[in-house]
Nanobody, 120 residues
Framework: QVQLVESGGGLVQPGGSLRLSCSPS????????MAWYRQAPGKERELVAV???????IYADSVKGRFAAYRDNAKNTMYLQMNSLKPEDTAVYYC??????????????WGKGTLVTVSS
């Protein structure tokens, strides 16, 4: 059972930057994909970025050109670099991974989330 721990959230001013990290309890090489979601106050959870095991990364239109998802294989950690932050980026950000179990079935694992607040 994969455990995910997010960190790096906090309070920043508009235009500032933050880097979120996600540390899985299992190897990132065992995941079909890695992703970041966010949920703003009073809003539905939305997909922010997806990193398939193969293929190009995909970003939500609202964050293209500002956010970048990447990983450090040696540290077994995935990151979300967030630049030029806007107040509308305020949300709880969640790490998510997709993995096949021993029976070949796909299951999603979620972190508890880390709060990002963008305000002047």
């Amino acid at each position: 059972q994969v455990q995910l721990v997010e960190s790096g959230g906090g309070l920043v001013q508009p235009g500032g930057s933050l880097r979120l990290s996600c540390s899985p309890s299992e190897s990132i090489f065992s995941f079909n994909r890695m992703a970041w979601y966010r949920q703003a106050p009073g809003k539905e959870r939305e997909l922010v970025a997806v990193s398939p095991r193969s293929g190009s990364r995909i970003y939500a239109d609202s964050v293209k050109g500002r956010f970048a998802a990447y990983r450090d294989n040696a540290k077994n950690t995935m990151y979300l670099q967030m630049n030029s932050l806007k107040p509308e980026d305020t949300a709880v950000y969640y790490c998510n991974v997709e993995q096949e179990d021993g029976n070949g079935l796909v299951i999603d694992h979620w972190g508890k989330g880390t709060l990002v607040t963008v305000s002047s």
